[in-house]
């Protein structure tokens, strides 16, 4: 009879323990489940998924853009503006930029015709390390009557300013 209740006050033993452990599982789920509704519910922690999903979006779109943009030999390359235009008081001002041309205005042509000034540029240059070509055109066309013969050229650094005067 001893070993008969041994036997039962080792099953009952099992049997609490067994309880106690459901018991505490069951509380754990109910917490992290009521954690979770909590997150899900809160817009300030949605927020902050959202932006951080809008950040590796804008990463994963950089990385995109840096490829793109990798110095391949074989493809052009896209380059800010070389020439810009300007209207001041009575004036119209072209600036070119002469970084591509290594800083040499003589490979710079206008050419104005029909109130159309055209503003082309020109570099081929061979060295031990490969080719640099360097080739842009920009016109514009300008409403005013320009005084074709009152046009001035300048340099200032690394822009060259072509000034082209107009009638009123």
């Known amino acids: 009879m001893l070993e008969n209740e041994s036997t039962k006050h080792h099953w009952l033993r099992i049997g609490a323990i067994a309880l106690m452990t459901f018991i505490i599982a069951f509380i754990a789920f109910y917490c992290v489940?009521?954690?979770?509704?909590?997150?899900?519910?809160?817009?300030?922690?949605?927020?902050?998924?959202?932006?951080?999903?809008?950040?590796?979006?804008?990463?994963?779109?950089?990385?995109?853009e840096d490829k793109m943009t990798n110095e391949n030999p074989f493809e052009p390359k896209m380059r800010p503006m070389l020439v810009n235009?300007?209207?001041?008081?009575?004036?119209?001002k072209v600036i070119v930029d002469l970084k591509p041309l290594e800083n040499n205005e003589k490979d710079v042509n206008v050419?104005?015709?029909?109130?159309?000034?055209?503003?082309?540029?020109?570099l081929d240059e061979k060295s031990f390390a490969g080719e640099k070509i360097v080739n842009f055109s920009q016109s514009y066309y300008l409403d005013e009557d320009l005084e074709t013969d009152k046009i001035s050229k300048e340099r200032k650094g690394d822009k060259y300013i072509i000034t082209v005067p107009f009638k009123e």
């Open 85 to 92: 235009l300007v209207k001041e008081n009575n004036e119209y």
């Open 33 to 64: 489940m009521e954690l979770m509704l909590h997150r899900m519910t809160d817009p300030m922690y949605n927020a902050k998924r959202i932006e951080k999903v809008m950040r590796q979006q804008e990463r994963s779109f950089q990385r995109i």
């Open 111 to 122: 050419n104005i015709k029909d109130h159309i000034i055209t503003v082309s540029g020109e």
